[in-house]
């Protein structure tokens, strides 16, 4: 098992591709540490990780708050004494509506769980990682951090912040012996998708068309990738930001990537 002696921290992990990642590690015998805002999912998710026989924490919070940051911090140190590996998940969608409908508040949480999130849990945890003298940071940023979507300019902008404090944080922390690096998923099939494909005017048909791959992703496809940037193989890897979306990106067209 690769990470048998590692404590891995995953937010928002009570659904989706936290989840997935979360039951990937500890697959690979790794203790877990395991922050959501819903309280009954992430218990749902960890109580599945402990009938694996793995150990595992979870502290129900929210991303955005220091306090609740802090306290998931403290109790998963006081339980494994270390934390190895962080990937900083949790998210929620956009609304994808016009940029002038939309409401500054919706605009702020956004910004406030991608980014806000993923800094305090990366300064709080990377205090640790610092004395260890070693340690992974993994941003689940997203391809619409990549390249510009209408309607989507809080989340793009707050994906493409990941990107860029990936980047920023790669630079600072090599000295320490941490490497810090960032996925970003394509569509892959999760809760957040189902809703963007039942709730907003994203059609699944024609966003099928547009990816090479001609098929939405799977949530394992984004937890191999994290247990690879997570793993020894990646040790020379920082700073970078690893799409996994069946092509979308590499596609510069508008229609059907497979019509030549
Ligand atoms: P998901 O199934 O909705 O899971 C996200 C989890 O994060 C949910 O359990 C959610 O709780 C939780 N969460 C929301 N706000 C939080 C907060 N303030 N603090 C702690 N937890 C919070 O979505 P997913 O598709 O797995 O997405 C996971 C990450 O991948 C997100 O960052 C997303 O932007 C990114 N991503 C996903 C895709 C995709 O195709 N699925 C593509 C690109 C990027 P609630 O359900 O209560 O909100």
């Known amino acids: 098992m690769k990470f048998q002696d590692k404590v891995v921290l995953v937010t928002g992990a009570g659904s989706g591709l936290g989840e997935e990642i979360a039951m990937h590690f500890a697959k690979e015998g790794a203790s877990l540490i395991l922050n959501d805002i819903d309280q009954e999912n992430l218990e749902r998710v960890a109580t599945q990780i402990a009938e694996t026989g793995r150990r595992v924490v979870c502290v129900p919070g929210d991303v955005s708050d220091p306090e609740d940051v802090n306290r998931t911090v403290e109790m ?66 997203s391809i619409v951090g990549m390249v510009g979507l209408p309607g989507r300019n809080a989340y793009g902008a707050a994906k493409a912040g990941m990107i860029m404090f990936t980047r920023s944080l790669a630079s600072e922390w090599a000295r320490y012996g941490i490497n810090v690096n960032a996925v970003a998923p394509g569509y892959i099939k999760t809760p957040l998708v189902r809703n963007l494909l039942s709730k907003t005017s994203v059609v699944e048909d024609k966003l099928i068309r547009r990816i090479p791959f001609g098929k939405l992703g799977e949530p394992s496809d984004i937890a191999h990738a994290v247990l690879f940037l997570s793993s020894d193989q990646a040790a020379y890897i920082t700073g970078a930001c690893l799409p996994v979306d069946g092509g979308w990106t590499a596609f510069g067209g508008s229609g059907d990537a497979n019509e030549l």
């Open 76 to 141: 998963g140190i006081d339980a494994f004494q270390q934390i190895d590996i962080l990937v900083n998940n949790a998210g929620i969608a956009d609304t994808i509506i016009p940029t002038i409908e939309q409401d500054i508040q919706h605009w702020q949480k956004v910004i406030d769980i991608h980014l806000r999130g993923s800094y305090l849990f990366s300064k709080t945890v990377g205090a640790h990682m610092i004395k260890n003298g070693s340690g992974k940071v993994i941003n689940i940023s």
